[in-house]
């Protein structure tokens, strides 16, 4: 199975602040990267799917880089409705496995 | 729009069975790919298991897999997993999630909690 590594596990940001968050994967997937978001209670959020992909609706300030192993979002200028937690997920090859999880706190 | 609902969670005790589905609306249930992924109480994603628009390939996660059965029936546009020999671990909210053309997890229900406990 391919394992997904994420970092930091929380970050503390400001309003305003550059926020970037890396994945890493045990083996390439190519670019087979997807970047969610999640909020208390409610289902997870599509942001960015084959790594650099954004997904319709979602800010620009959402952004996605990488491949083979190697992966970050970045967050451009973080915003009040920003402040939740990340989860990066291979879908290179069943079973997909999820990162587990960076939670984005206001400092 | 799409709409995904899940139903059927509740209280098991260990050992159990439970049959969770999932209704689907507002696209061509028949042509998509479904999946579906758990979260354990303050714990992280984890993908459970995912059938193709016909329903003749099908995987699971090895932590699920003898125990759990996804179906589909494409003329009444649900979808099902069927739970047995339940265990604590298993307790979780879970949810069911389309595949985007994109062949991601773009369109997520509300989740139905499953909790497995004596």
């Known amino acids: 199975d391919i394992q997904m590594t994420q970092s930091p596990s929380t970050l503390s940001a400001s309003v305003g602040d550059r926020v970037t968050i890396t994945c890493r994967a045990s083996q390439s997937i190519s670019s087979w990267l997807a970047w969610y978001q999640q909020k208390p209670g409610k289902a997870p959020k599509l942001l960015i799917y084959?790594?650099?992909s954004l997904e319709s609706g979602v800010p620009s300030r959402f952004s996605g880089s990488g491949s083979g192993t190697e992966f970050t979002l970045t967050i451009s200028s973080l915003q009040p409705d920003d402040f939740a937690t990340y989860y990066c997920?291979?879908?290179?090859?069943?079973?997909?496995?999820f990162g587990q999880g960076t939670k984005v706190e206001i400092k | 729009e799409v709409q995904l609902v899940e139903s059927g969670g509740g209280l098991v005790q260990p050992g159990g069975s439970l049959r969770l589905s999932c209704a689907a609306s507002g696209f061509t249930f028949s042509s998509y790919e479904m999946n579906w992924v758990r979260q354990a109480p303050g714990k992280g994603l984890e993908w459970v298991s995912y059938i193709s628009s016909s329903g003749s390939t099908i995987y699971y996660a090895d932590s699920v897999k003898g125990r759990f059965t996804i179906s589909r029936d494409n003329a009444k546009n649900s979808l099902y997993l069927q739970m047995n020999s339940l265990r604590a671990e298993d307790t979780a909210v879970y949810y069911c999630?389309?595949?985007?053309?994109?062949?991601?997890?773009?369109?997520w229900g509300q989740g139905t909690l499953v909790t497995v406990s004596s």
């Open positions: 997920q291979q879908y290179n090859s069943f079973p997909w496995t």
């Open positions: 999630a389309r595949v985007t053309e994109q062949l991601v997890l773009g369109y």
């Open positions: 084959k790594a650099s």
